[in-house]
């Protein structure tokens, strides 16, 4: 094989080399449960809101007056199963809102009481993942939404009843303002 030959070859094999080795694997991709769903806290009758409607990255989440608008509906998306929490299998989804089209996110992937929650591009990582956990014992379609990346739960910092509380995660307890209603099952 002549010197020509084998520059050519090896620069086509440097190159396919380079492109697999630089080509990220397909994103994962999470399955819409096709389900719009409100969350209601059971302790202020307020709902799951992102503020001002925000379409930003960031933007907080609280609790507001239901409203029935987009910034309180969210889709959940399906994103595999995990530990379990209490008595329950782990299913686990992520809370697409349906104004933003974000989704429901520990901001900086914290895992203190009292990390803030926001709306992120959603990137299915762990601080968006969150398991319904179902009080099946009921029949009020009351949930509390667990995340097992911070081992915590959706709550309503100190049992406010204000409109615009901050949502945030804390160590599950059973308190009423972790509980909520949702019109899912």
């Known amino acids: 094989m002549n010197s020509s030959k084998v520059f050519a070859l090896t620069a ?5 080399l380079t492109t697999l080795a630089v080509t990220p694997p397909p994103s994962f991709a999470a399955s819409s449960t096709n389900q719009i769903t409100f ?3 059971q302790h202020s009758g ?3 809101d992102v503020n001002n409607s925000s379409p930003d990255n960031g933007a907080k989440v609280q609790q507001w007056d239901c409203n029935n608008t987009n910034a309180q509906n969210w889709e959940l998306f399906y994103v595999g199963s995990g530990p379990r929490f209490r ?6 989804y992520a809370l ?11 901001y900086g992937a914290a895992t203190h009481n009292g990390a803030r929650i926001t709306q992120w591009e959603c990137h299915w990582g762990g601080n968006q993942q969150w398991l319904l956990y179902d009080h099946f014992w009921t029949s009020s379609h009351k949930v509390t939404l667990y995340n097992a990346y911070s081992n915590k739960c959706l ?13 945030v995660i804390y160590d599950c307890n059973g308190g009423t303002n972790q509980n909520w ?4 099952r």
């Not at 086509?12 to 396919?16: E, F, G, H, P």
């Not at 209603?181 to 899912?184: A, M, Q, S």
């Open 39 to 41: 969350f209601k806290a």
């Open 96 to 106: 697409r809102n349906v104004n933003s089209k974000k989704c429901l996110d520990i």
């Open 12 to 16: 086509v094999l440097t190159l396919c």
């Open 181 to 184: 209603y949702w019109n899912g």
């Open 155 to 167: 709550d309503v910092l100190a049992y406010a009843t204000n409109r615009g509380a901050e949502v």
């Open 87 to 92: 008595d329950q299998a782990g299913n686990y």
């Open 46 to 48: 307020k709902c799951l």
